[in-house]
């Protein structure tokens, strides 16, 4: 019998990849997938470090993981812990110290190494194997063919970020920016609408900034990524997430117009909606110049709409400063948002800032930005009803006879469907809308 894997992937949609190229991995390697974590002789943890709560809700899991493997060892079972992403880049030290238990710790850019490290540890018992290298080779030259596990399939084209957020973590854990070349990237696009794939959803950590180099040398941007790839044939539906507003350019926008495959949903996070804030931010782009892009943008294409990430309790962060970020909500009327109280990450400008706030202003914050949200997205789902759209159906829903798929405008929409129809895109009536969720019938 093979050896069973299971692994718990937490934070953004990068890891949701970086897991599943993984598992294609661990598979070539021998390893069958299992959900039920008792049962598995390799745990994996891939770990987000973005906010403290997330990268604390790993230490707990991993003690959770210490005491089955206790358990699994008195029937005389082994267990192998290996903890891999961005909170092992960015706290190797503490996962030795805090969890000496763990096999081994990989950082996102070395996780093509997990067979030689693998193997290295059924050779050497009980010694922590760490890897947290920004390694000179592009992991993506070692790793097996990527598949499709879905109709939806995720594609990183650009990794880590060179924008310095005073806030944010990510160019420390994820490193400086790297744009796969065009070549690989189609290559990959390919092979995945070979095996299923209808809706391809390309993902940088500022993707936008995307310049990968062409078969001539020559650099490219994400437009003619966008265009090359609405070439090939079977490809339905296009996104790209996540982007970084001062690096949306004319080409770029002018794609929203021309590409009918590119959904007509952009997630263009803006933080705040103060200038005094954007700038302690170190954004590169101040409130009127985010409204000018999203402007822009509607006038390519009038069926667009928009989300963002926010962040409350900034530093320095006054009740007017928190208004305007109220205004600019009001302005663009996004559909859907991710809205977080301001986390002091350790190691970054603005943990370290004067005039951090009390965690009750942020929550109060929190609450009254996230009511208005909710109150936008609830409005834009419920004038939904009655309109029909193309849903990709994903999944099976929590009843019988009931498939979960998503909307061009990424919404979550249930309705009663053949299972024949999984991994189909089906036009659908909306008949029901709530906050986070419509459904309809099948037409
Ligand atoms: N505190 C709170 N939210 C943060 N984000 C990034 N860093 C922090 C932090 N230190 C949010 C930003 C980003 C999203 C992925 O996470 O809004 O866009
Ligand atoms: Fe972090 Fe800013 Fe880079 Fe986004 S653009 S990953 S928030 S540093």
């Known amino acids: 019998m093979s050896e069973k894997y299971f692994i718990k992937t937490f934070g953004c949609q990068m890891n949701v990849y970086d897991s599943h190229r993984m598992s294609v991995i661990l598979e070539n390697f021998g390893y069958e997938a299992t959900d039920n974590q008792k049962d598995a002789d390799l745990v994996l943890f891939n770990t987000c470090h ?27 079972k082994n267990t192998i812990i290996g903890v891999t992403g961005c909170v092992v880049q960015a706290e190797d030290e503490q996962i030795a110290k805090r969890a000496p238990y763990v096999d081994f710790a990989l950082g996102p850019l070395t996780y093509h190494r997990l067979p030689e490290i693998l193997t290295k540890i059924r050779r050497k018992r009980g010694e922590t194997v760490i890897d947290t290298d920004f390694p000179a080779e592009a992991k993506f030259d070692f790793l097996p063919e990527n598949r499709s596990e879905g109709g939806c399939s995720f594609l990183a084209v650009q990794e880590g970020c060179n924008n310095f957020c005073t806030y944010c973590v990510v160019p420390y854990t994820r490193g400086a920016e790297y744009s796969r070349p065009v070549k690989e990237v189609v290559d990959e696009a390919k092979k995945l609408i070979a095996t299923g794939t209808l809706e391809l959803n390309l993902l940088g950590q500022n993707v936008n900034s995307y310049h990968g180099e062409d078969e001539n040398g020559k650099e490219r941007n994400l437009a003619y990524l966008l265009r090359k790839l609405a070439e090939l044939d079977g490809l339905k539906r296009l996104r790209y997430t996540t982007s970084y507003p001062a690096d949306v350019d004319d080409d770029l926008i002018n794609c929203h117009r021309d590409l009918p495959q590119l959904m007509p949903y952009l997630h263009l996070p803006v933080q705040s909606g103060s200038d005094k804030i954007l700038k302690a931010m170190n954004r590169r782009h101040n409130r009127a110049q985010y409204l000018e892009v999203i402007e822009k943008l509607k006038k390519a294409n009038d069926k667009l709409r928009f989300s963002s990430d926010f962040i409350v309790g900034f530093p320095g962060e006054t009740d007017d400063d928190f208004k305007q970020t109220l205004s600019l909500v009001n302005e663009v009327k996004y559909i859907q948002a991710f809205s977080f109280k301001y986390s002091r990450r350790p190691g970054t400008p603005a943990a370290v800032m004067p005039n951090q706030l009390e965690e009750k202003v942020k929550k109060e914050r929190l609450d009254e930005l996230q009511t208005l949200l909710f109150d936008y997205q609830t409005k834009f789902n419920e004038a939904c009803v009655g309109k029909t759209f193309e849903v990709l159906f994903e999944q099976q829903g929590r009843h019988k006879g009931q498939l979960i798929g998503r909307t061009p405008y990424m919404q979550n929409l249930h309705a009663k469907a053949d299972t024949n129809m999984l991994n189909k895109i089906v036009d659908v009536k909306v008949e029901q809308a709530t906050t986070n969720s419509l459904s309809g019938k099948v037409i």
């Open 50 to 76: 973005i906010r403290e709560k997330a990268a604390e809700k790993v230490f707990s899991d991993l003690g959770r993981a210490y005491l089955i493997k206790q358990e699994r060892a008195a029937e005389g």
